[in-house]
């Protein structure tokens, strides 16, 4: 049986505790709320989310920045490093937030275990403009593939030997992961 494919339309709030936690949480001042908010609604225009499914059991979603998302972070970037690594968190934060906000259980457990790719999900991903690469990971550089329904942690993700959140071997990268 093939991949179906759906576009969903979630609608994802800047949490901008999220933001401080995914960024290393600097003091207060080196933050402007207004424009971390405007760069948002900016980047959610670049927003793209799917649920491909497999049966009414399986399936996968995804949340993806197009390509004009990454070269504004890139020229940001290229204008001011500190601005640039501001507005790259921001677009890592949108992807997570467009994810959990379609599965809720990936806010608690702060990570979306990536699935392993197989060549119809990868032909159905290539229909939508999508290239899963060789590590199982899209060719985006603010993307998020993972089960849907939720599937659990570490266990399950495709990259559990070579995740780099993983600190030690065995142990699980976040510690809500019931690994």
């Given at each position: 049986?093939?991949?179906?494919?759906?576009?969903?339309?979630?609608?994802?709030?800047?949490?901008?505790?999220?933001?401080?936690?995914?960024?290393?949480?600097?003091?207060?001042?080196?933050?402007?709320?207004?424009?971390?908010?405007?760069?948002?609604?900016?980047?959610?225009?670049?927003?793209?989310?799917?649920?491909?499914?497999?049966?009414?059991?399986?399936?996968?979603?995804?949340?993806?920045?197009?390509?004009?998302?990454?070269?504004?972070?890139?020229?940001?970037?290229?204008?001011?490093?500190?601005?640039?690594?501001?507005?790259?968190?921001?677009?890592?934060?949108?992807?997570?937030?467009?994810?959990?906000?379609?599965?809720?259980?990936?806010?608690?457990?702060?990570?979306?275990?990536?699935?392993?790719?197989?060549?119809?999900?990868?032909?159905?991903?290539?229909?939508?403009?999508?290239?899963?690469?060789?590590?199982?990971?899209?060719?985006?550089?603010?993307?998020?593939?993972?089960?849907?329904?939720?599937?659990?942690?570490?266990?399950?993700?495709?990259?559990r030997e070579t995740c780099p959140k993983r600190r030690t071997p065995g142990e699980g990268a976040f510690p809500n992961d019931p690994?």
């Amino acid at each position: 049986m093939g991949w179906d494919v759906e576009r969903l339309w979630p609608d994802p709030a800047f949490d901008f505790e999220n933001y401080r936690r995914m960024l290393g949480g600097p003091s207060g001042d080196a933050f402007d709320i207004v424009n971390l908010q405007e760069n948002f609604k900016k980047l959610k225009r670049y927003l793209n989310v799917y649920h491909a499914q497999r049966s009414t059991t399986s399936g996968v979603l995804v949340a993806v920045l197009e390509a004009p998302a990454e070269r504004l972070v890139e020229t940001t970037w290229s204008q001011s490093p500190s601005a640039g690594l501001l507005f790259h968190t921001l677009a890592v934060c949108l992807v997570m937030a467009a994810a959990g906000a379609v599965i809720p259980e990936l806010r608690l457990a702060g990570c979306a275990p990536l699935p392993p790719p197989d060549s119809e999900l990868r032909a159905c991903l290539a229909r939508q403009g999508l290239t899963v690469r060789e590590t199982g990971c899209l060719d985006r550089q603010y993307a998020v593939m993972t089960f849907f329904p939720y599937a659990g942690g570490c266990a399950v993700c495709h990259l559990r030997e070579t995740c780099p959140k993983r600190r030690t071997p065995g142990e699980g990268a976040f510690p809500n992961d019931p690994r």
